[in-house]
């Protein structure tokens, strides 16, 4: 399994108005058409401004296929289009994960 690691870096005092949001609209939009959730955290200390995301993916492929399934959905693109009007997103960092050979398995 691939481990998508997502950071998001907030403008102060936007990042509970954007997790109200994302919690209760776009997590359910991304879990119908992303699989694998590996979880949601907001950061305790250094950059207490940020959130990453981790996503499991088959493949690189099976990610690009999600993804675009998802971009299509008009309730994700109403959603995703509310998000960048809040201007609470100053940067987006997306890493793609492959384990090692001694990492336990995942899912």
């Given at each position: 399994?691939?481990?998508?690691?997502r950071?998001?870096?907030?403008r102060?005092?936007?990042?509970?108005?954007?997790l109200?949001?994302?919690?209760?609209?776009?997590?359910?939009?991304?879990?119908?058409?992303?699989?694998?959730?590996?979880?949601?955290?907001?950061?305790?200390?250094?950059?207490?401004?940020q959130?990453?995301?981790?996503?499991?993916?088959?493949?690189?492929?099976?990610?690009?296929?999600?993804?675009?399934?998802?971009n299509?959905?008009?309730?994700?693109?109403?959603?995703?289009?509310?998000?960048?009007?809040?201007?609470?997103?100053?940067?987006?960092?997306?890493?793609?994960?492959?384990?090692?050979?001694?990492?336990p398995?995942?899912?």
């Open positions: 399994m691939l481990v998508e690691h950071t998001y870096t907030f102060p005092g936007t990042l509970q108005p954007w109200r949001k994302y919690e209760g609209e776009g997590l359910p939009i991304q879990k119908r058409h992303l699989g694998t959730f590996l979880g949601l955290f907001t950061t305790e200390f250094g950059n207490i401004h959130v990453v995301i981790l996503w499991g993916w088959d493949s690189l492929d099976d990610r690009d296929r999600r993804r675009s399934a998802m299509a959905d008009p309730e994700w693109q109403a959603y995703i289009g509310a998000i960048w009007e809040m201007g609470a997103i100053e940067t987006q960092e997306v890493k793609i994960l492959r384990p090692t050979a001694s990492s398995p995942l899912g």
